[in-house]
């Protein structure tokens, strides 16, 4: 009985780095004059129904922020980049209705998401080769904060968080914010906040923005009265509780101008949509000088 060889199909590395590259290219202009390509799109239903089953009901745990990008872009088209690097943040290319954007997401899958050194780095490289492009930016944010302890402090936390903060504020594209859930002290300043020039700043009902959890803030603000009651056990369940009421939304925010809409999950990509849209012809007249000194 005669045997044929049988043949195994392999992508050659060289092949696949070549499409990877032809990928990516897609996403970018050819210079920081023109626009990023549009692909052809049709409008249809722009409503997610899936985004409002995402967050889970215990702000404590876990979901991947993947599934957010993936149900709110163009279908099947998030390009993410530095993948295997610092995990607690997401950064990558993505369409919306056909035009190119760039995403930064906080991942709260990946040590709860939170801000530490290498993040930053990862972030504000991503967001100012988006600037240097003329790509918009879209980000994500549900950060409880910038990751604690002596290791981030002596390897310059605060000057490395500083090079993200320094990276939203100089760019001059687009800017969009929706915040998912958790939005704390610093970090929510860092992520792209209305304070440091955000154009559009959403928030889903889930969104908390405040200082710091109901917990940490009570046992601080409250302490005197917490350690004089009868019950302190129940005094800081009461004052926590007390806190989450008042800060544990997005409206106390909203009131004051930090956010321009409290949204419905569902609504995101149309809300989105709208929003570039509006931006798309953004001019940033900024004050005359060689360039700014960014943290090193």
């Not at 590259?21 to 549009?38: A, G, M, R, V």
């Amino acid at each position: 009985m005669k045997r044929f060889p049988v043949k195994i199909w392999v992508v050659h590395p060289f092949i696949d780095c070549i499409n990877q590259l032809k990928k990516l290219i897609s996403y970018i202009p050819e210079n920081c004059e023109e626009k990023t390509p549009d692909f052809a799109y049709e409008a249809g239903e722009e409503m997610r129904p899936k985004l409002a089953d995402i967050i889970p009901e215990n702000a404590n745990q876990p979901y991947d922020i993947r599934d957010v990008i993936n149900e709110t872009i163009d279908e099947d088209c998030f390009y993410e980049v530095h993948k295997n690097y610092a995990e607690n943040i997401v950064v990558g290319f993505a369409r919306l209705a056909g035009r190119s954007i760039g995403i930064v997401a906080n991942q709260p899958a990946y040590l709860a998401g939170v801000l530490d050194i290498h993040s930053s780095q990862k972030a504000a490289r991503f967001v100012r080769f988006c600037d240097s492009f003329n790509i918009p930016l879209l980000v994500f944010e549900d950060v409880p904060g910038f990751l604690p302890g002596t290791d981030q402090e002596w390897n310059a936390i605060i000057t490395n968080g500083a090079k993200l903060l320094y990276a939203f504020c100089e760019a001059t594209v687009p800017r969009v914010t929706v915040i998912t859930r958790k939005a704390y002290g610093g970090a929510y300043d860092v992520m792209n906040s209305k304070h440091i020039g955000c154009d559009m700043n959403f928030a889903w009902p889930t969104a908390e923005i405040a200082v710091m959890g109901a917990k940490g803030a009570a046992e601080i603000i409250f302490k005197k009265e917490i350690d004089k009651s009868e019950d302190p056990a129940q005094a800081l369940v009461d004052k926590e509780k007390e806190y989450a009421d008042i800060f544990a939304n997005p409206y106390r925010a909203a009131e004051r101008g930090f956010i321009d809409e409290v949204i419905l999950p569902e609504e995101t990509r149309k809300k989105l949509i709208k929003a570039f849209k509006m931006l798309e012809n953004k001019v940033a007249n900024l004050p005359r000088k060689k360039h700014g000194n960014i943290p090193m």
